[in-house]
């Protein structure tokens, strides 16, 4: 990777899901130096959000300077439409924000310099560069957590239509289901989502739940609710991981984010469910994320040395490119 970095230069990581934040600084070979864990405190509205990442910027700023490291950028990841180009955080309906000049923002308030990117465009490139996506050319990545969102690499190149590209959350699935955030009923991301699961669990069984992977643990005990609410969410991810096969021909989906923890507990009824649909397509494998979900923070870290680097040197050069206006 890049080599015009010494050991002693670093860059601040921050990934801002729904739920929480996950920051890091990364050296130039994209290693953690440092990590932290934070809340997203998106009940209180997106200017207590845009608080609470410039609090954890200057935090891992403030780790830096204390470990005798240089930081040259902050790259900062975030759900919804956003337009690397212009920097600004579009639309979020996890997060509430609307047309947000979000790097602006945070610039003025860490004095650091912010690159603004793709929570899951982010993942997908982490995953090309370090992760299970490894020597492939046509891939869709799928992030499952608060939302379901994806990255959609075709070709070897990085599909982001204006910001608008991967939203694979919002392909109907259940077209007399659930409303969603964005306004439309029954979206992927009101049956598959961990949200989506644990609600739709606690409605169906009158019994409270922690998170998805509570409704996991009880498919695992036998629980007939559980398994209903599972083999719903995984025909839903089938249904829309066959629309985007049909259309994209990828080689190779990566399930991510938080529901993928599970591993073949959802992989297995989703392969199942792709296969029966499939006629034709060539059949792509689904795979597990190798990078957990430390994949939107590394994916961070790239698109903060790429503005740092330039291009042409933080990656192999078949790797995908994050969108990166000029530092
Ligand atoms: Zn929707």
Redesign the pocket.
């Given at each position: 990777m890049c080599d015009r970095h010494g050991p002693d230069e670093c860059v601040v990581a921050l990934d801002v899901g729904g739920t929480g934040m996950k920051g890091a600084l990364l050296d130039r070979d994209l290693r953690p130096m440092y990590t932290v864990r934070r809340p997203t405190p998106r009940s209180a509205g997106p200017e207590a959000v845009v608080s609470a990442i410039t609090a954890t910027l200057e935090e891992l700023s403030r780790q830096a300077r204390s470990s005798g490291l240089t930081v040259r950028r902050a790259g900062v990841v975030v759900p919804g439409i956003v337009d690397e180009r212009t920097s600004r955080a579009i639309w979020s309906g996890n997060i509430g924000w609307r047309d947000l000049p979000l790097a602006d923002l945070l610039e003025a308030r860490s004095g650091l310099p912010v690159t603004l990117g793709h929570d899951v465009r982010a993942g997908g490139i982490a995953e090309c560069a370090l992760g299970a996506a490894r020597g492939a050319r046509d891939i869709l990545f799928v992030a499952i957590g608060t939302g379901v969102s994806a990255a959609l690499i075709s070709d070897g190149h990085l599909v982001v239509g204006g910001g608008f590209a991967g939203e694979l959350?919002?392909l109907i699935v259940e077209p007399q289901g659930t409303h969603?955030?964005?306004g439309?009923r029954g979206?992927l991301?009101?049956v598959a989502s961990a949200t989506a699961i644990a609600t739709a669990y606690t409605a169906r069984s009158a019994r409270a739940v922690d998170g998805a992977s509570d409704v996991a643990a009880l498919l695992l005990d036998g629980d007939g609710d559980a398994l209903a609410i599972w083999q719903r969410a995984a025909e839903g991810l089938a249904t829309a991981l066959f629309i985007a096969t049909t259309m994209f021909g990828p080689e190779l989906i990566v399930l991510g984010g938080g529901l993928a923890e599970a591993g073949d507990l959802l992989l297995e009824p989703t392969r199942a469910h792709l296969a029966e649909r499939l006629t034709f397509q060539r059949p792509p494998r689904v795979v597990r994320a190798g990078l957990g979900d430390e994949a939107g923070c590394v994916g961070a870290g790239v698109y903060a040395w790429q503005a740092v680097c330039g291009t042409a040197s933080i990656l192999p050069p078949q790797l995908p490119r994050a969108q990166v206006p000029p530092a």
């Open positions: 959350g919002h969603c955030v964005c439309a979206c991301e009101t």
